[in-house]
């Protein structure tokens, strides 16, 4: 008897097939996908997602990562995959999966500030009316901090952060300065600001430098993957008084959504980004609602 995939095994192993590129295999591979994906749209859409206060803006709790939308897949070693993932979220796709988040209660995604994905966002907002908040990654260079950020704004951010990487280098060189002035120049402009991270140095040294964002973008997860031990990022967090939005929850999809999701809310974060393909969408919305619904035996306080 074959054994039952879950939805993240399949991928998985189907996708082992598309080491040459994109193959017929790997056409038909998407284009069963894709036929499970059109299944999704004619479920009916989930209602009740919880959402929390992130500055001024009302935000779901289960926000729309957008990683995979711009090929990054964190696969580890399997060098296909980003390939793999371009082929697959073309632009109509990645309308698809975002119209699939507002319909069940996802109004945020966290996407990338370069010119393919602002292209994508004012498609969707063009043809298909989507509201969707954006909460822009943005890439300040130490010579030249606002310009991607002024992009950000020019296109329809509602908030906006630094991309972990960034934080983590600006503070690993001591220029705590420069991630002061990118928040500073946020603010200036309206955004609600962030500052993200894949290291705890980092909202550390934030909160000691006395700079002041309205939330932090930190890793999470028990794999250890780009991200410290949950204890420590879970005790540090009960002394900060800002909403945390905890991302790689589920360590490049080596942890199920019941696992990650639960680790992150019942430890503290207040809201988790998560890359979604449009088939994920409707179960990782009823995962999140189920588990923000059960006793999560919280210590820290919801910041939100």
């Known amino acids: 008897m074959a054994r039952k995939l879950n939805r993240r095994d399949f991928l998985g192993t189907s996708l082992l097939g598309a080491a040459a590129g994109v193959s017929l295999e790997n056409k038909t591979l998407l284009a069963k996908l894709g036929e499970k994906a059109n299944t999704e749209k004619e479920l009916p859409p989930i209602q009740g997602l919880p959402k929390g206060k992130l500055g001024k803006l009302d935000v779901s709790r289960l926000i729309c990562g957008g990683n995979l939308f711009s090929g990054f897949a964190h696969s580890r070693d399997l060098i296909y995959v980003s390939a793999l993932m371009t082929q697959y979220f073309d ?17 945020t995604a966290i996407l990338r500030c370069d010119q393919h994905m602002i292209g994508v966002l004012n498609r969707y907002r063009k043809e298909r009316g989507g ?106 967090m009960k002394s900060v008084s800002k909403p945390w939005i905890a991302f790689k929850i589920l360590g490049a999809g080596m942890l199920k ?30 995962i999140a609602k189920e588990i923000l619904a059960s006793d999560l035996k919280r210590e820290r306080p919801w910041c939100s």
């Not at 309308?95 to 996802?106: P, R, S, V, Y």
């Open 257 to 286: 959504p019941e696992v990650g999701f639960r680790n992150a809310f019942s430890l503290g974060a207040d809201f988790i980004n998560v890359g979604m393909f449009d088939f994920q969408v409707r179960e990782d919305v009823a």
């Open 131 to 236: 509201k969707i908040q954006w909460i822009a990654q943005t890439y300040p260079k130490e010579n030249d901090l606002t310009t991607n950020i002024q992009l950000a704004i020019d296109n329809g951010a509602v908030a906006a952060y630094a991309q972990g990487g960034i934080g983590d280098t600006f503070v690993s060189e001591g220029k705590i300065e420069l991630l002061g002035n990118v928040v500073s120049f946020m603010k200036k402009n309206g955004l609600v600001t962030g500052v993200g991270s894949h290291l705890l140095d980092v909202p550390k040294a934030t909160i000691k430098a006395g700079i002041d964002p309205d939330f932090f973008f930190k890793t999470f997860n028990d794999v250890a993957y780009e991200s410290e031990p949950l204890e420590n990022i879970s005790a540090f």
């Open 91 to 107: 632009e109509d796709k990645i309308m698809d999966t975002l119209e699939l988040a507002e319909q069940n209660g996802i109004n």
